[in-house]
Protein backbone atom coordinates (compact mmCIF):
# COMPACT_ATOMS: atom_id res chain seq x y z
CA UNK A 1 0.00 0.00 0.00
CA UNK A 2 1.20 3.30 -1.07
CA UNK A 3 2.39 5.43 2.03
CA UNK A 4 1.46 8.70 0.10
CA UNK A 5 -0.77 10.87 2.38
CA UNK A 6 -1.38 14.05 0.73
CA UNK A 7 -0.57 14.01 -3.06
CA UNK A 8 -1.39 17.92 -5.14
CA UNK A 9 -1.49 17.31 -8.65
CA UNK A 10 -1.19 20.53 -10.68
CA UNK A 11 -3.17 22.84 -8.14
CA UNK A 12 -4.78 25.87 -9.93
CA UNK A 13 -6.57 28.61 -8.05
CA UNK A 14 -7.61 32.23 -9.47
CA UNK A 15 -9.37 34.57 -7.18
CA UNK A 16 -10.86 37.00 -10.05
CA UNK A 17 -7.88 37.88 -11.99
CA UNK A 18 -4.85 37.01 -8.90
CA UNK A 19 -3.24 33.26 -9.73
CA UNK A 20 -2.88 32.61 -6.39
CA UNK A 21 -1.50 29.25 -7.44
CA UNK A 22 0.08 28.44 -10.94
CA UNK A 23 -0.12 24.58 -11.48
CA UNK A 24 1.27 23.02 -7.50
CA UNK A 25 2.06 19.96 -7.49
CA UNK A 26 3.79 17.45 -4.36
CA UNK A 27 3.27 14.68 -2.17
CA UNK A 28 3.56 13.99 1.61
CA UNK A 29 4.10 10.78 2.93
CA UNK A 30 3.07 9.16 5.89
CA UNK A 31 4.65 10.41 9.36
CA UNK A 32 6.65 13.56 7.16
CA UNK A 33 6.46 16.90 8.80
CA UNK A 34 6.33 19.46 6.16
CA UNK A 35 7.19 23.05 5.71
CA UNK A 36 5.01 25.07 3.29
CA UNK A 37 7.95 28.16 3.32
CA UNK A 38 6.83 30.95 1.51
CA UNK A 39 6.44 35.28 1.63
CA UNK A 40 3.28 36.84 2.08
CA UNK A 41 1.11 35.78 -0.76
CA UNK A 42 2.87 33.20 -1.93
CA UNK A 43 -0.55 30.74 -2.05
CA UNK A 44 0.28 28.85 1.33
CA UNK A 45 -3.08 29.53 2.99
CA UNK A 46 -4.94 28.71 -0.41
CA UNK A 47 -3.04 25.44 -1.03
CA UNK A 48 -3.81 24.89 2.88
CA UNK A 49 -7.35 25.46 1.80
CA UNK A 50 -7.59 23.22 -0.85
CA UNK A 51 -6.31 20.28 0.77
CA UNK A 52 -8.94 20.54 3.23
CA UNK A 53 -11.91 21.18 0.94
CA UNK A 54 -12.38 24.66 2.34
CA UNK A 55 -12.46 26.32 -1.12
CA UNK A 56 -12.09 24.33 -4.76
CA UNK A 57 -9.41 24.45 -6.90
CA UNK A 58 -9.87 26.46 -10.27
CA UNK A 59 -7.95 23.60 -12.14
CA UNK A 60 -5.96 20.27 -10.79
CA UNK A 61 -6.84 17.76 -7.99
CA UNK A 62 -5.70 16.57 -5.02
CA UNK A 63 -6.21 13.34 -2.31
CA UNK A 64 -5.56 13.29 1.22
CA UNK A 65 -5.43 9.84 2.53
CA UNK A 66 -6.85 8.29 -0.27
CA UNK A 67 -9.90 10.55 -1.05
CA UNK A 68 -10.11 13.20 -3.68
CA UNK A 69 -11.00 16.22 -2.43
CA UNK A 70 -14.05 16.40 -5.03
CA UNK A 71 -15.14 12.71 -5.03
CA UNK A 72 -14.99 12.50 -1.40
CA UNK A 73 -14.73 16.00 0.25
CA UNK A 74 -16.07 13.82 3.55
CA UNK A 75 -13.30 11.52 3.50
CA UNK A 76 -11.03 14.08 3.40
CA UNK A 77 -12.46 15.94 6.03
CA UNK A 78 -12.29 12.87 8.47
CA UNK A 79 -8.70 12.53 7.99
CA UNK A 80 -7.69 16.17 8.59
CA UNK A 81 -6.97 18.28 11.37
CA UNK A 82 -7.04 21.58 10.23
CA UNK A 83 -5.58 24.50 12.42
CA UNK A 84 -6.77 27.92 9.99
CA UNK A 85 -4.50 31.03 10.52
CA UNK A 86 -7.35 32.55 12.69
CA UNK A 87 -8.73 30.15 14.47
CA UNK A 88 -12.93 30.37 14.73
CA UNK A 89 -12.88 30.28 18.78
CA UNK A 90 -16.07 30.92 20.21
CA UNK A 91 -14.46 33.00 23.13
CA UNK A 92 -17.28 33.39 25.40
CA UNK A 93 -17.66 29.23 25.71
CA UNK A 94 -15.26 27.52 28.10
CA UNK A 95 -12.90 25.04 26.83
CA UNK A 96 -14.61 22.24 27.66
CA UNK A 97 -17.51 23.17 26.04
CA UNK A 98 -15.88 24.19 23.15
CA UNK A 99 -14.44 20.87 22.81
CA UNK A 100 -17.85 19.20 23.75
CA UNK A 101 -19.47 20.99 21.07
CA UNK A 102 -16.49 20.07 18.04
CA UNK A 103 -16.87 16.58 19.15
CA UNK A 104 -20.93 16.96 19.45
CA UNK A 105 -20.27 18.09 15.40
CA UNK A 106 -17.71 15.18 14.38
CA UNK A 107 -19.96 12.75 15.38
CA UNK A 108 -17.59 11.16 18.15
CA UNK A 109 -18.68 8.25 20.08
CA UNK A 110 -17.12 8.45 23.69
CA UNK A 111 -16.50 12.37 23.07
CA UNK A 112 -15.95 12.82 26.64
CA UNK A 113 -12.66 10.07 26.65
CA UNK A 114 -11.67 11.65 23.50
CA UNK A 115 -11.78 15.14 25.14
CA UNK A 116 -9.44 14.03 28.32
CA UNK A 117 -6.95 12.37 25.88
CA UNK A 118 -6.62 15.46 23.46
CA UNK A 119 -6.32 17.72 26.67
CA UNK A 120 -4.14 16.11 28.23
CA UNK A 121 -1.79 16.18 25.26
CA UNK A 122 -2.29 19.42 24.60
CA UNK A 123 -1.07 20.59 28.00
CA UNK A 124 -4.98 22.14 28.78
CA UNK A 125 -5.64 19.95 31.45
CA UNK A 126 -6.06 22.77 34.02
CA UNK A 127 -7.60 24.90 31.37
CA UNK A 128 -10.74 23.51 30.40
CA UNK A 129 -13.26 25.00 33.02
CA UNK A 130 -11.81 28.61 31.46
CA UNK A 131 -13.81 30.37 29.27
CA UNK A 132 -11.50 31.03 26.11
CA UNK A 133 -11.05 34.80 26.55
CA UNK A 134 -9.28 34.74 30.02
CA UNK A 135 -6.46 32.15 28.10
CA UNK A 136 -3.41 33.39 26.72
CA UNK A 137 -1.89 33.59 22.74
CA UNK A 138 -0.20 30.23 23.47
CA UNK A 139 -2.98 28.32 24.93
CA UNK A 140 -5.80 29.57 22.64
CA UNK A 141 -3.46 28.05 19.89
CA UNK A 142 -3.83 24.75 22.05
CA UNK A 143 -7.16 24.81 21.99
CA UNK A 144 -6.97 24.87 18.21
CA UNK A 145 -4.85 22.36 18.23
CA UNK A 146 -7.33 20.27 20.65
CA UNK A 147 -9.85 20.78 18.68
CA UNK A 148 -7.85 19.85 15.16
CA UNK A 149 -7.32 16.68 17.01
CA UNK A 150 -10.48 15.86 18.62
CA UNK A 151 -11.20 12.87 15.76
CA UNK A 152 -7.93 11.66 15.93
CA UNK A 153 -6.99 12.24 12.06
CA UNK A 154 -3.85 11.16 10.87
CA UNK A 155 -3.06 14.40 9.41
CA UNK A 156 -2.85 17.50 10.65
CA UNK A 157 -2.59 20.79 8.25
CA UNK A 158 -1.77 23.77 10.37
CA UNK A 159 -1.80 27.63 8.95
CA UNK A 160 0.88 29.62 10.29
CA UNK A 161 0.71 28.03 14.17
CA UNK A 162 3.20 29.66 15.58
CA UNK A 163 2.45 33.65 14.44
CA UNK A 164 1.72 36.04 16.84
CA UNK A 165 3.21 33.85 19.59
CA UNK A 166 5.79 35.63 21.65
CA UNK A 167 9.30 33.43 21.69
CA UNK A 168 8.12 31.02 24.75
CA UNK A 169 4.91 30.06 23.82
CA UNK A 170 5.97 29.64 20.14
CA UNK A 171 8.56 27.12 21.50
CA UNK A 172 6.09 25.26 23.27
CA UNK A 173 3.75 25.14 20.33
CA UNK A 174 6.69 23.91 18.23
CA UNK A 175 7.42 20.97 20.84
CA UNK A 176 3.99 19.87 20.83
CA UNK A 177 3.92 19.56 17.23
CA UNK A 178 7.11 17.49 17.49
CA UNK A 179 5.55 15.59 19.65
CA UNK A 180 1.95 14.98 17.68
CA UNK A 181 3.78 14.84 14.98
CA UNK A 182 5.54 11.67 16.04
CA UNK A 183 2.16 9.36 15.21
CA UNK A 184 1.16 11.71 12.39
CA UNK A 185 1.67 13.08 9.22
CA UNK A 186 1.77 16.98 9.38
CA UNK A 187 2.21 19.85 7.07
CA UNK A 188 2.38 23.40 8.43
CA UNK A 189 2.51 26.95 6.77
CA UNK A 190 5.35 29.08 8.24
CA UNK A 191 7.19 32.41 6.76
CA UNK A 192 9.81 31.74 9.71
CA UNK A 193 12.62 30.05 8.46
CA UNK A 194 14.19 29.06 12.26
CA UNK A 195 10.94 27.62 12.66
CA UNK A 196 10.96 25.12 9.56
CA UNK A 197 14.78 24.23 10.62
CA UNK A 198 13.97 23.12 14.08
CA UNK A 199 10.05 21.24 13.33
CA UNK A 200 9.98 19.78 9.42
CA UNK A 201 11.58 16.92 8.21
CA UNK A 202 11.14 18.37 4.51
CA UNK A 203 10.61 21.54 3.28
CA UNK A 204 8.27 23.18 0.02
CA UNK A 205 8.95 26.80 -0.47
CA UNK A 206 6.59 28.21 -2.46
CA UNK A 207 6.64 31.36 -4.39
CA UNK A 208 4.09 33.37 -6.50
CA UNK A 209 1.86 30.36 -6.56
CA UNK A 210 4.39 28.02 -7.52
CA UNK A 211 6.92 25.50 -6.23
CA UNK A 212 10.54 26.80 -6.47
CA UNK A 213 11.98 24.13 -4.19
CA UNK A 214 11.20 20.64 -2.21
CA UNK A 215 14.09 19.49 0.31
CA UNK A 216 15.02 19.09 3.59
CA UNK A 217 16.38 22.19 5.43
CA UNK A 218 20.01 20.52 6.03
CA UNK A 219 19.97 20.38 2.25
CA UNK A 220 18.59 23.85 1.35
CA UNK A 221 20.92 25.35 3.90
CA UNK A 222 23.51 23.41 1.93
CA UNK A 223 22.34 24.91 -1.35
CA UNK A 224 24.22 28.03 0.22
CA UNK A 225 22.26 30.61 -1.49
CA UNK A 226 24.56 33.83 -2.16
CA UNK A 227 26.76 35.46 0.46
CA UNK A 228 25.60 39.24 1.14
CA UNK A 229 27.96 41.86 1.98
CA UNK A 230 27.03 44.88 4.38
CA UNK A 231 28.52 48.41 3.49
CA UNK A 232 27.86 51.29 6.35
CA UNK A 233 27.43 54.80 5.48
CA UNK A 234 27.21 57.74 7.90
CA UNK A 235 23.42 58.57 7.95
CA UNK A 236 24.36 61.97 6.88
CA UNK A 237 25.09 60.79 3.95
CA UNK A 238 21.75 61.78 2.39
CA UNK A 239 22.69 61.49 -1.53
CA UNK A 240 22.91 58.91 -3.96
CA UNK A 241 26.46 58.45 -4.45
CA UNK A 242 26.92 55.72 -2.46
CA UNK A 243 24.12 53.34 -3.93
CA UNK A 244 25.06 54.44 -7.58
CA UNK A 245 28.69 53.75 -6.78
CA UNK A 246 27.96 50.21 -5.38
CA UNK A 247 25.58 49.49 -8.22
CA UNK A 248 28.56 50.49 -10.73
CA UNK A 249 30.61 47.85 -8.87
CA UNK A 250 31.52 44.76 -11.45
CA UNK A 251 29.75 41.73 -10.48
CA UNK A 252 27.22 43.40 -8.15
CA UNK A 253 23.51 41.75 -8.91
CA UNK A 254 21.78 44.61 -6.76
CA UNK A 255 21.78 46.41 -3.70
CA UNK A 256 18.93 47.27 -1.50
CA UNK A 257 19.32 50.04 0.74
CA UNK A 258 18.34 49.37 4.63
CA UNK A 259 19.47 51.36 8.25
CA UNK A 260 21.84 49.68 10.52
CA UNK A 261 21.49 49.68 14.31
CA UNK A 262 22.87 53.01 15.09
CA UNK A 263 20.97 54.54 12.58
CA UNK A 264 23.23 54.83 9.88
CA UNK A 265 22.76 53.23 6.39
CA UNK A 266 23.38 49.94 5.41
CA UNK A 267 23.59 48.81 2.07
CA UNK A 268 23.24 44.97 1.44
CA UNK A 269 24.89 44.03 -1.68
CA UNK A 270 24.24 40.76 -3.60
CA UNK A 271 27.06 39.41 -5.77
CA UNK A 272 26.27 38.03 -9.34
CA UNK A 273 28.82 35.19 -8.08
CA UNK A 274 31.15 33.83 -5.25
CA UNK A 275 33.57 36.33 -5.69
CA UNK A 276 34.60 38.53 -2.89
CA UNK A 277 33.58 42.14 -3.35
CA UNK A 278 35.06 43.48 -0.33
CA UNK A 279 38.02 45.32 -1.61
CA UNK A 280 35.93 46.61 -4.66
CA UNK A 281 33.69 48.27 -2.14
CA UNK A 282 36.26 49.70 -0.68
CA UNK A 283 37.98 50.93 -3.76
CA UNK A 284 34.24 52.05 -5.01
CA UNK A 285 34.06 53.93 -1.59
CA UNK A 286 37.34 56.02 -2.27
CA UNK A 287 36.39 56.44 -5.87
CA UNK A 288 33.26 57.93 -5.31
CA UNK A 289 34.27 59.86 -2.11
CA UNK A 290 31.77 58.62 0.65
CA UNK A 291 33.79 56.89 3.66
CA UNK A 292 33.24 53.50 4.51
CA UNK A 293 32.26 53.26 8.43
CA UNK A 294 31.41 49.02 7.76
CA UNK A 295 32.41 46.53 5.62
CA UNK A 296 31.16 42.73 6.50
CA UNK A 297 30.50 39.57 4.55
CA UNK A 298 27.86 37.14 5.61
CA UNK A 299 28.23 33.61 4.83
CA UNK A 300 25.53 31.55 2.59
CA UNK A 301 22.78 30.51 4.95
CA UNK A 302 19.05 29.26 4.64
CA UNK A 303 17.87 32.55 5.12
CA UNK A 304 19.83 34.16 1.74
CA UNK A 305 18.84 30.40 0.30
CA UNK A 306 15.51 31.65 0.85
CA UNK A 307 15.73 35.04 -0.73
CA UNK A 308 17.22 34.00 -3.89
CA UNK A 309 14.62 31.23 -4.58
CA UNK A 310 11.98 33.95 -3.76
CA UNK A 311 13.45 37.43 -4.59
CA UNK A 312 11.09 39.41 -6.50
CA UNK A 313 8.11 36.69 -6.02
CA UNK A 314 7.06 38.70 -3.05
CA UNK A 315 3.70 40.59 -3.08
CA UNK A 316 0.73 40.22 -4.72
CA UNK A 317 0.64 37.13 -7.25
CA UNK A 318 0.32 38.32 -10.78
CA UNK A 319 -2.83 38.61 -13.31
CA UNK A 320 -3.15 36.93 -16.61
CA UNK A 321 -2.97 40.17 -18.04
CA UNK A 322 -0.06 41.43 -15.64
CA UNK A 323 0.19 42.41 -11.81
CA UNK A 324 -2.49 42.72 -9.30
CA UNK A 325 -3.48 45.75 -7.65
CA UNK A 326 -1.26 45.46 -4.18
CA UNK A 327 -2.88 42.09 -3.39
CA UNK A 328 -6.57 41.82 -3.53
CA UNK A 329 -7.82 41.68 0.07
CA UNK A 330 -8.57 38.71 2.23
CA UNK A 331 -11.42 38.96 3.32
CA UNK A 332 -15.08 39.99 2.08
CA UNK A 333 -14.05 39.01 -1.20
CA UNK A 334 -16.57 36.93 -2.97
CA UNK A 335 -14.76 33.62 -3.40
CA UNK A 336 -15.99 31.59 -0.38
CA UNK A 337 -13.03 32.35 1.74
CA UNK A 338 -12.78 30.06 4.99
CA UNK A 339 -16.18 29.30 4.21
CA UNK A 340 -16.37 25.75 5.58
CA UNK A 341 -17.91 23.85 2.65
CA UNK A 342 -21.38 22.59 2.12
CA UNK A 343 -23.43 20.87 4.88
CA UNK A 344 -22.56 17.57 3.26
CA UNK A 345 -18.68 18.52 2.71
CA UNK A 346 -18.66 18.73 -1.11
CA UNK A 347 -16.78 21.61 -3.08
CA UNK A 348 -17.86 22.47 -6.30
CA UNK A 349 -15.28 22.89 -9.37
CA UNK A 350 -15.14 26.58 -10.00
CA UNK A 351 -14.91 28.12 -13.62
CA UNK A 352 -11.25 30.01 -14.07
P1 LIG B 1 0.26 34.99 3.90
O1 LIG B 1 1.55 34.42 4.36
O2 LIG B 1 0.26 36.47 3.78
O3 LIG B 1 -0.93 34.45 4.64
P2 LIG B 1 -0.14 33.09 1.73
O4 LIG B 1 1.13 32.54 1.21
O5 LIG B 1 -0.92 32.26 2.67
O6 LIG B 1 0.12 34.53 2.35
P3 LIG B 1 -2.56 33.29 0.21
O7 LIG B 1 -3.35 33.80 1.37
O8 LIG B 1 -2.84 31.92 -0.26
O9 LIG B 1 -1.00 33.46 0.45
O10 LIG B 1 -2.76 34.32 -1.01
C1 LIG B 1 -2.23 34.12 -2.31
C2 LIG B 1 -2.71 35.26 -3.21
O11 LIG B 1 -4.12 35.18 -3.38
C3 LIG B 1 -2.44 36.65 -2.63
O12 LIG B 1 -2.13 37.52 -3.72
C4 LIG B 1 -3.76 37.03 -1.99
O13 LIG B 1 -3.94 38.41 -1.95
C5 LIG B 1 -4.74 36.37 -2.91
N1 LIG B 1 -5.97 35.96 -2.20
C6 LIG B 1 -6.05 35.09 -1.16
N2 LIG B 1 -7.32 34.92 -0.77
C7 LIG B 1 -8.06 35.71 -1.58
C8 LIG B 1 -9.46 35.96 -1.69
N3 LIG B 1 -10.34 35.36 -0.89
N4 LIG B 1 -9.86 36.82 -2.66
C9 LIG B 1 -8.98 37.41 -3.49
N5 LIG B 1 -7.66 37.20 -3.46
C10 LIG B 1 -7.19 36.37 -2.51
Redesign the pocket.
Known amino acids: MSDVMIEARSLKKN??L?Q?LKGVSFEVRKGQIVGLL?P???????AMKILTCFIAPTDGTASVNGCDVFADPMGVRKAIGYLP?STPLYTEMLVLEYLDWIAQMRNISKPRERIKKVVEQTGLTEEIGKPIRALSKGLRQRVGLAQALVHEPPILILDEPMSGLDPNQASEIRDLIREIGKERTVIL?T?NLAEVQVTCDRVLIIAKGTIVADDTAAALKARGGKARFYATVPRALADNRAMNALEAIVGVERVQQGTANDGDVEFEIVPTGTNDLRQDIFNAAVKGNFPLIGLRREGANLENVFRDLTIGNTG??ETPRGR?NG??P?SG?S?N?TKPAAEDGAVQKENP
Do not use: L
Open positions: YGVAGNGAGKTTESHPAAGAKDSE
